[in-house]
């Protein structure tokens, strides 16, 4: 069983910064591609950003382009989401997942991230 648990998420000024950290449990973290998502309010959940299981490749929402990073260390079954210039429109609940060959299969249960204006 795949356990994903968040933490960092908080309140913070708009412009300001957070790093969400997501630990993994599992001997086989470093063979998948991890992926976060955000849902807001009201709003369906949405695709932020993925990471390949190597780390080299990323990819990003156009809406966090520029100002949010993913990145990973398997050492430490740790995916990070470093989040720069943040806006009111960021607040969500965070959630990182791992992709399977076709899907994301498992979640954690989310962060909590609030820009205030």
């Known amino acids: 069983q795949v356990q994903l648990v968040e933490s960092g998420g908080g309140l913070v000024q708009a412009g300001g910064s957070l790093r969400l950290s997501c630990a993994a449990s599992g001997r086989t973290f470093s063979s998948y591609a991890m992926g976060w998502f955000r849902q807001a309010p009201g709003k369906e959940r949405e695709f932020v950003a993925q990471?390949?299981?190597?780390?080299?490749?990323?990819y990003y929402a156009d809406s966090v382009k520029g100002r949010f990073t993913i990145s990973r260390d398997n050492a430490k079954n740790t995916v990070y989401l470093q989040m720069n210039s943040l806006k009111p429109e960021d607040t969500a609940v965070y959630y990182c997942a791992r992709k399977s060959q076709f899907d994301y299969d498992y979640w954690g249960q989310g962060t909590q991230v609030t820009v205030s204006s």
């Open positions: 990471i390949s299981w190597s780390g080299s490749s990323t």
